[in-house]
């Protein structure tokens, strides 16, 4: 893929992100990079070496971003906001896939803040402006016994992208905040406004569990009820996106009236 200049004033500092910053953990250790293959990747390692709670990587550019099931996500130089949190909760195994749900309702929050714009949310990791993808979320947990060790959350943003900056492949389903919001976007300031938000959500979700945080969800969910398309491992199946269980799975009424739990898979809306 082409590469794109953009003037050194305009590169994400961890100093810059900290001069908008008003969290109590998230954010206050950054690692920042100009490329990596992975933030997941550099995340992963930090935090097997004990890096703490709310530590942060970030890059302008990853070589190798990961989606799920093994895809790629496209991470254009000085575009996007391409970055991991580590996180420490004190809960059960369980818990760790719902963090994609937090994920999701804490950036749909912070475009609507900074921006007013609103994001719609499609199951599981998915967040978008006017049905096209904005973020791609991949939520990656380790364990120790039937407690979470870590979770790495990665968020992927497309921030100042305009269409040509994506690959030819992608312009029918990916978007960027500046192709809708036409003042420029100061990512330092989006990424502190992220930070708050992720931060209030993690420690609601020690205090609370994640019963709020899925209701939240549900609320700004684009398809609940409406029919949709669910392809997951190598079957299709069509039905009403009938509900998000409070597990994170996709309950689908099928149109005989069944209803099928799908823990793993992507909603195609009809
Ligand atoms: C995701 O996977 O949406 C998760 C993306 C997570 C990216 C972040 S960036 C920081 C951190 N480090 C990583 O290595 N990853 C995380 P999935 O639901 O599997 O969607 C992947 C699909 O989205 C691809 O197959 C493409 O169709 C599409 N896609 C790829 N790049 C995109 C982009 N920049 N914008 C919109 N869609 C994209």
Same mark, same amino acid.
């Given at each position: 893929?082409?590469?794109?200049?953009?003037?050194?004033?305009?590169?994400?500092?961890?100093?810059?992100?900290?001069?908008?910053?008003?969290t109590?953990?998230?954010?206050?250790?950054?690692?920042?990079?100009?490329?990596v293959?992975?933030?997941?990747?550099?995340?992963?390692?930090?935090?097997?070496?004990?890096?703490?709670?709310?530590?942060?990587v970030?890059?302008?550019?990853?070589?190798?971003?990961?989606?799920?099931l093994?895809?790629?996500?496209?991470?254009?130089?000085?575009?996007?906001?391409?970055?991991?949190?580590?996180?420490?909760?004190?809960?059960?195994?369980?818990?760790?896939?719902?963090?994609?749900?937090?994920?999701?309702?804490?950036v749909?929050?912070?475009?609507?803040?900074?921006?007013?714009?609103?994001?719609?949310?499609?199951?599981?990791?998915?967040?978008?402006?006017?049905?096209?993808k904005?973020?791609?979320?991949? @939520?990656?947990?380790?364990?120790?016994?039937?407690?979470?060790?870590?979770?790495?959350?990665?968020?992927?943003?497309?921030?100042?992208?305009?269409?040509?900056?994506?690959?030819?492949?992608?312009?029918?389903?990916?978007?960027?905040?500046s192709?809708?919001h036409?003042?420029?976007?100061?990512?330092?300031?989006?990424?502190?406004?992220?930070?708050s938000?992720?931060?209030?959500?993690?420690?609601?979700?020690?205090?609370?569990?994640?019963?709020?945080?899925?209701?939240?969800?549900?609320?700004?969910?684009?398809?609940?009820?409406?029919?949709?398309?669910?392809?997951? @491992?190598?079957?299709?199946?069509?039905?009403?996106?009938d509900?998000?269980?409070?597990?994170g799975?996709?309950?689908?009424?099928?149109?005989d009236?069944?209803?099928?739990?799908?823990?793993?898979?992507?909603?195609?809306?009809?």
């Amino acid at each position: 893929m082409k590469s794109y200049n953009i003037p050194v004033a305009d590169l994400i500092t961890a100093d810059k992100v900290q001069a908008q910053l008003h969290t109590k953990i998230i954010g206050h250790k950054i690692h920042a990079f100009r490329s990596v293959r992975s933030t997941n990747d550099v995340a992963r390692k930090l935090a097997s070496e004990g890096a703490p709670d709310g530590t942060v990587v970030i890059a302008e550019k990853q070589t190798a971003g990961r989606g799920r099931l093994g895809r790629r996500w496209e991470s254009e130089f000085g575009k996007g906001l391409w970055f991991s949190v580590i996180l420490r909760p004190d809960l059960s195994s369980a818990n760790a896939g719902l963090f994609t749900f937090l994920a999701g309702i804490s950036v749909a929050d912070a475009l609507f803040n900074r921006y007013k714009i609103k994001a719609g949310l499609k199951w599981p990791n998915d967040i978008l402006i006017q049905r096209k993808k904005v973020c791609g979320i991949l @939520s990656e947990a380790e364990f120790d016994g039937n407690k979470i060790n870590f979770i790495v959350l990665g968020i992927g943003i497309n921030v100042k992208h305009s269409l040509q900056h994506f690959p030819t492949m992608l312009h029918e389903q990916a978007i960027s905040i500046s192709m809708i919001h036409k003042q420029p976007v100061n990512r330092a300031k989006l990424l502190a406004e992220i930070f708050s938000r992720l931060e209030s959500n993690y420690f609601r979700s020690q205090n609370e569990g994640f019963k709020g945080i899925l209701a939240d969800w549900r609320l700004k969910c684009q398809h609940l009820g409406k029919s949709v398309k669910v392809v997951h @491992s190598s079957t299709e199946i069509e039905g009403i996106f009938d509900a998000l269980a409070d597990d994170g799975s996709a309950i689908i009424k099928l149109y005989d009236g069944r209803r099928k739990r799908i823990i793993a898979g992507d909603i195609i809306h009809l």
